[in-house]
């Protein structure tokens, strides 16, 4: 047999041979680097246990190769599994994969403390340092089921019972711990020279809330202890910038355990910013055209039970009332549309009336799982800038242009237009059950689609069932700290849902004609892109949308006359100012005034009030000299007015 060894050369072993016995040939003291191998150029890992039967080439991967970190992380995994089993052997184990950072495995066991992560990290180093063997077996499919039923594994039986007799199962063993497993994995732990356990969280069986409850342990693994070190520090890193510690800590919203999950309080601040956003927003839809609605925060249940959501969507609804008993049921809306449908069935319309576009800033209220609660991202009750289109069908590419154009606008002015990406969201032909209308309306639906976004130049990516049930969409989605992506924007082409309410227009002809819908948002979830906004600009909002913008600092109390006239100047011209009354040192206001980043301070001393003047000073420079209070407030009023995103009043070069 002839084998071609990368980097070494042919060689020409007994046949048959593994990849072990060809690594002992051409580099035999390096066996222990080598963690996996890809034959014939395959993109696919393979195990170095793996038995070569005819002539090949082969590439052999070892420590350095970051192909190799996913074999690293599956191996630690079961070095985990093993752990936990020998410290709770009633712990049964399910799946355990590698992830893109580290690896995770479920267990049917109680959910794990802080201190049980540290003693199964102990238990693991001591097994990684007698630098165990792991074995691979190939079992009938028979075999392995005896083994899981023997060791009484009653997911693993499970796994099994899906897979047809017959087939080859491999099971890879260290020490007495047996696990079902495609592999590759390391031939023995000592190349796991740093990992970590970071948290344990709570899932279920297949991911399905109906199955048992089952307790994950996330895990990350690298190949050196630097490696690890420099992953924990980006970690610690990305937790700084997330909005969840940095909207807390500069006050913009808190949440609070007796209020609930889910239902963040905004402070003050918070709320400023909130506010500037949506009278913004409110006022740019009135612009384009836009009539405003104001409808309930609850209905009867018949209303979901019309659109749809009574069946699809009550697990996410707030139900008041009993539905099995016989007073009234109410529901806590989770979105607007058909409150707005019947805003439209008011009054008949004619071909004319339309397009008609409503706008409301909507309050929602959707039952999230408690687990999935992250600060402002993940939450019960948000309110969204939410608005429904009701068109003819053949304006619906000019109004669908006209919705994108609004997201563009939003996204330039808050300066995120660069960091999202956009999505062609499509059904799935393979499961039309859940959607309605047919095959050819979809089909064509989403090239209407497809042609609005190259006719505007804006890439994209198709992702296929991820339409919603009545249509597709595109989803304008961001990635927060962590490297999550979430939706922020959607714009979805609605041609069923006029049937199921009966809405109609009149036509030239006299004739009822149905209405296409546009489901839509602007900016989308005010809570969400508040987020986004403190996690863009890490608190330093530009000074439009900052909900102080200038702090005016007196020297000594000496100057609180004046810098009380400088302040009530300030404010007659709409500028968000206020004043340190406080008897400190003006070093130390200025530092809390850099702490709490907001964008510029007017200095008020002896010689401003003698002259009056103010000393200005930004966030970015610093110092920037004197200047008419006058001028200041003119060159200050101009970067709110055209939104800038850029602090304006700049050091002179
Ligand atoms: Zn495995
Ligand atoms: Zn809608």
Same mark, same amino acid.
């Given at each position: 047999?002839?084998?071609?060894?990368?980097?070494?050369?042919?060689?020409?072993?007994?046949?048959?041979?593994?990849?072990?016995?060809?690594?002992?040939?051409?580099?035999?003291?390096?066996?222990?680097?080598?963690?996996?191998?890809?034959?014939?150029?395959?993109?696919?890992?393979?195990?170095?246990?793996?038995?070569?039967?005819?002539?090949?080439?082969?590439?052999?991967?070892?420590?350095?190769?970051?192909?190799?970190?996913?074999?690293?992380?599956?191996?630690?995994?079961? /070095?985990?599994?093993?752990?936990?089993?020998?410290?709770?052997?009633?712990?049964?184990?399910?799946?355990?994969?590698?992830?893109?950072?580290?690896?995770?495995?479920?267990?049917?066991?109680?959910?794990?403390?802080?201190?049980?992560?540290?003693?199964?990290? %102990?238990?693991?180093?001591?097994?990684?340092?007698?630098?165990?063997?792991?074995?691979?077996?190939?079992?009938?499919?028979?075999?392995?089921?005896?083994?899981?039923?023997?060791?009484?594994?009653?997911?693993?039986?499970?796994?099994?019972?899906?897979?047809?007799?017959?087939?080859?199962?491999?099971?890879?063993?260290?020490?007495?711990?047996?696990?079902?497993?495609?592999?590759?994995?390391?031939?023995?732990?000592?190349?796991?020279?740093?990992?970590?356990?970071?948290?344990?969280?709570?899932?279920?069986?297949?991911?399905? %809330?109906?199955?048992?409850?089952?307790?994950?342990?996330?895990? /990350?693994?690298?190949?050196? %202890?630097?490696?690890?070190?420099?992953?924990?520090?980006?970690?610690?890193?990305? %937790?700084?910038?997330?909005?969840?510690?940095?909207?807390?800590?500069?006050?913009?919203?808190?949440?609070?355990?007796?209020?609930?999950?889910?239902?963040?309080?905004?402070?003050?601040?918070?709320?400023?910013?909130?506010?500037?956003? +949506?009278?913004?927003?409110?006022?740019?839809?009135?612009?384009?055209?836009?009539?405003?609605?104001?409808?309930?925060?609850?209905?009867?249940?018949?209303?979901?039970?019309?659109?749809?959501?009574?069946?699809?969507?009550?697990?996410?609804?707030?139900?008041?009332?009993?539905?099995?008993?016989?007073?009234?049921?109410?529901?806590?809306?989770?979105?607007?549309?058909?409150?707005?449908? #019947?805003?439209?069935?008011?009054?008949?319309?004619?071909?004319?009336?339309?397009?008609?576009?409503?706008?409301?800033?909507?309050?929602? #209220?959707?039952?999230?799982?408690?687990?999935?609660?992250?600060?402002?991202?993940?939450?019960?009750?948000?309110?969204?800038?939410?608005?429904?289109?009701?068109?003819?069908?053949?304006?619906?590419?000019?109004?669908?242009?006209?919705?994108?154009?609004?997201?563009?606008?939003?996204?330039?002015?808050?300066?995120?237009?660069?960091?999202?990406?956009?999505?062609?969201?499509?059904?799935?032909?393979?499961?039309?059950?859940?959607?309605?209308?047919?095959?050819?309306?979809?089909?064509?639906?989403?090239?209407?689609?497809?042609?609005?976004?190259? =006719?505007?130049?804006?890439?994209?990516?198709?992702?296929?069932?991820?339409?919603?049930?009545?249509?597709?969409?595109?989803?304008?989605?961001?990635?927060?700290?962590?490297?999550?992506?979430?939706?922020?924007?959607?714009?979805?082409?609605?041609?069923?849902?006029?049937?199921?309410?009966?809405?109609?227009?009149?036509?030239?002809?006299?004739?009822?004609?149905?209405?296409?819908?546009?489901?839509?948002?602007?900016?989308?979830?005010?809570?969400?892109?508040?987020?986004?906004?403190?996690?863009?600009?890490?608190?330093?909002?530009?000074?439009? /949308?900052?909900?102080?913008?200038?702090?005016?600092?007196?020297?000594?109390?000496?100057?609180?006359?004046?810098?009380?006239?400088?302040?009530?100047?300030?404010?007659?011209?709409?500028? =968000?100012?206020?004043?340190?009354?406080?008897?400190?040192?003006?070093?130390?206001?200025?530092?809390?005034?850099?702490?709490?980043?907001?964008?510029?301070?007017?200095?008020?001393? +002896?010689?401003?009030?003698?002259?009056?003047?103010?000393?200005?000073?930004?966030?970015?420079?610093?110092?920037?000299?004197?200047?008419?209070?006058?001028?200041?407030?003119?060159?200050?009023?101009?970067?709110?007015?055209?939104?800038?995103?850029?602090?304006?009043?700049?050091?002179?070069?």
């Amino acid at each position: 047999m002839k084998v071609i060894v990368k980097n070494f050369g042919e060689v020409s072993p007994q046949e048959p041979c593994s990849i072990i016995d060809i690594i002992k040939m051409v580099n035999p003291d390096g066996l222990n680097n080598y963690c996996a191998a890809k034959i014939n150029n395959e993109s696919t890992l393979v195990d170095l246990r793996t038995t070569i039967t005819s002539d090949c080439s082969i590439e052999l991967l070892d420590t350095s190769n970051k192909e190799c970190l996913s074999v690293l992380r599956h191996t630690t995994a079961h /070095i985990m599994a093993e752990a936990v089993q020998n410290l709770f052997p009633e712990a049964k184990i399910t799946i355990g994969p590698a992830t893109d950072n580290g690896f995770f495995y479920d267990f049917d066991f109680r959910p794990f403390s802080r201190e049980d992560l540290d003693a199964i990290e %102990k238990e693991m180093k001591s097994i990684i340092k007698k630098a165990t063997r792991l074995e691979r077996r190939e079992v009938s499919r028979n075999e392995a089921l005896a083994i899981m039923t023997q060791r009484n594994e009653p997911y693993k039986v499970e796994l099994l019972e899906a897979i047809p007799e017959g087939e080859t199962i491999t099971i890879y063993q260290q020490n007495n711990f047996v696990d079902l497993c495609r592999g590759p994995h390391l031939l023995n732990t000592r190349p796991i020279k740093g990992f970590k356990l970071i948290s344990s969280s709570s899932t279920y069986w297949r991911g399905d %809330k109906k199955n048992k409850s089952l307790s994950r342990i996330h895990g /990350i693994a690298f190949f050196t %202890k630097e490696d690890l070190e420099g992953y924990l520090q980006y970690l610690e890193d990305i %937790k700084n910038h997330d909005h969840n510690k940095i909207g807390r800590e500069l006050e913009l919203f808190t949440t609070v355990d007796v209020i609930g999950q889910g239902l963040p309080l905004l402070m003050p601040k918070g709320t400023k910013i909130v506010q500037t956003l +949506q009278r913004w927003i409110e006022d740019e839809e009135t612009r384009r055209g836009y009539m405003r609605t104001k409808t309930p925060y609850m209905s009867k249940n018949d209303l979901f039970k019309m659109s749809g959501h009574w069946d699809h969507y009550r697990d996410k609804m707030f139900i008041i009332g009993d539905p099995d008993g016989e007073g009234e049921v109410m529901c806590m809306r989770p979105m607007t549309c058909p409150f707005q449908y #019947f805003v439209y069935k008011n009054s008949q319309k004619s071909y004319r009336d339309l397009p008609c576009r409503y706008g409301e800033t909507s309050t929602l #209220f959707r039952k999230e799982d408690s687990g999935e609660m992250h600060g402002l991202t993940r939450v019960r009750q948000f309110t969204i800038s939410e608005g429904h289109l009701i068109v003819r069908p053949d304006q619906m590419v000019e109004e669908f242009k006209g919705c994108i154009d609004l997201a563009n606008y939003c996204l330039t002015t808050l300066g995120l237009h660069d960091d999202v990406t956009w999505h062609l969201s499509k059904w799935d032909p393979e499961d039309t059950e859940k959607y309605i209308g047919d095959a050819e309306t979809w089909e064509s639906t989403q090239q209407h689609i497809r042609d609005i976004l190259n =006719e505007l130049n804006i890439p994209f990516v198709e992702d296929v069932g991820e339409a919603a049930f009545y249509g597709p969409k595109v989803d304008i989605n961001a990635k927060n700290v962590y490297g999550k992506e979430d939706t922020m924007i959607t714009i979805q082409w609605d041609a069923l849902i006029a049937e199921r309410f009966d809405m109609y227009y009149i036509d030239k002809d006299g004739s009822r004609q149905r209405p296409y819908i546009i489901h839509r948002t602007s900016i989308g979830c005010y809570e969400r892109t508040l987020a986004w906004l403190i996690e863009k600009y890490e608190g330093a909002f530009p000074t439009w /949308i900052a909900p102080e913008q200038v702090r005016v600092l007196p020297i000594s109390e000496k100057f609180l006359d004046y810098a009380d006239q400088v302040t009530a100047e300030l404010q007659r011209n709409g500028i =968000e100012a206020t004043l340190d009354r406080r008897n400190e040192k003006i070093g130390y206001k200025l530092r809390e005034t850099r702490m709490q980043k907001i964008p510029y301070a007017l200095l008020i001393g +002896q010689k401003e009030q003698d002259e009056k003047l103010v000393a200005v000073w930004n966030r970015k420079d610093g110092d920037l000299g004197q200047s008419s209070l006058d001028k200041f407030i003119d060159a200050l009023c101009k970067e709110i007015r055209t939104k800038s995103v850029e602090l304006t009043i700049r050091k002179e070069e």
